[in-house]
């Protein structure tokens, strides 16, 4: 994340949740790194658990101080939706 996008910010939290187009939330924890935020502890797994390609779009849109819901889409630009099946429910957050 830029800089900038922690202007949006009272102070950058440590943890965020990520919720995503069908509700489901993980959690993952966030460092300043060389003036970047970045995402750390919960990313791979997230990532990992929806399949997320290199070719993807992954946006990031900021519903709360500490909750951002992720879009993900498709190598043709089609919006990917994950279903919170039992798998991810090993690694979701809890509400």
């Known amino acids: 994340m ?4 922690t202007k949006h910010f ?9 919720r995503n187009n069908t509700g489901c939330s993980w959690n993952m924890t966030v460092k300043l790194m ?3 935020v970045t995402l750390d ?3 791979a797994t997230y990532a990992a658990v929806h399949q997320i390609k290199i070719s993807y779009m992954v946006t ?3 519903l709360t101080p ?3 819901k992720v879009i993900i ?4 630009g089609l919006e990917v939706v994950n279903k ?7 690694f979701a957050a809890k509400e």
Do not use: M, R
């Open 66 to 68: 500490d909750t951002l």
């Open 84 to 90: 919170c099946g039992k798998h991810d429910k090993a």
């Open 73 to 76: 889409f498709d190598d043709d």
């Open 34 to 36: 060389n003036d970047t």
């Open 41 to 43: 502890q919960g990313w």
């Open 2 to 5: 830029p800089l900038d996008f």
């Open 10 to 18: 009272v102070a950058v939290p440590t943890e965020f949740k990520l």
């Open 60 to 62: 990031f849109n900021l």
